[in-house]
């Protein structure tokens, strides 16, 4: 299940060039653009950008400079991995945003001056069996997909696009045909997706 998480990174300079931590040359730190920054920030990270793709919807979206994407399969517990991410980026870990679910997707806003930038994370539980993890992995590039307003690619693989679009309301709606779009993609049935336990 996804739950739409937005954070704040806050002066991201601070912690983005530490080749120049300590540097008197201030000439040269103000030659090295917002957009470098994130870039490389992000990307010390683990985030990627430019083209994902996304089989399981056998879909591809190619993301704007500003933007950063981050899939970690194999996730012990989404909870915990939740709290680490949010240490990680020095937020605030409050306990009623645990997610019970078999994954997550949320994003970082990052601001330097005038410039912002984003990055977006899928967290899948390890263990699940085939038919759970792609419409995991669905469901949570659907939230993803919503919040870089992709929803289109996805309506338009139905005979219908316009029948689908008109019934979805929500990112949670978005969601929810992703992983079922993902589970028809891979050639599964309906009784194949009785097992998929949500607690």
Not at 46 to 69: A, D, M, Q, S, W
Not at 83 to 107: A, K, Q
Request: aromatic share 12%; charged share 25%; with cysteine.
């Amino acid at each position: 299940m996804g739950f739409k998480r937005s954070v704040l990174i806050g002066m991201i300079a601070l912690v983005c060039l530490p080749a120049y931590h300590g540097s008197a040359r201030g000439d040269l730190q103000n030659k090295v653009s917002a957009r470098e920054m994130f870039n490389t920030y992000f990307t010390q990270k683990g985030f990627v950008t430019g083209k994902i793709g996304i089989p399981e919807l056998k879909t591809e979206v190619v993301l704007k400079e500003n933007r950063f994407f981050r899939k970690e399969e194999n996730v012990e517990d989404v909870c915990e991995r939740i709290t680490e991410i949010r240490e990680e980026f020095g937020l605030p870990n409050p306990d009623s945003e645990c997610v019970l679910g078999y994954g997550w997707c949320g994003f970082l806003h990052a601001d330097y001056g005038e410039e912002k930038a984003y990055g977006y994370i899928v967290l899948i539980k390890k263990g699940l069996n085939d038919v759970s993890r792609v419409y995991t992995v669905g469901h949570e590039c659907g939230h993803f997909l919503w919040y870089i307003n992709q929803q289109e690619m996805i309506y338009q693989k139905f005979k219908d696009p316009d029948l689908v679009r008109a019934q979805i309301s929500s990112n949670c709606d978005f969601a929810v045909l992703c992983g079922w779009a993902a589970v028809e993609i891979a050639g599964y049935n309906l009784s194949d997706c009785i097992i998929i336990d949500v607690e």
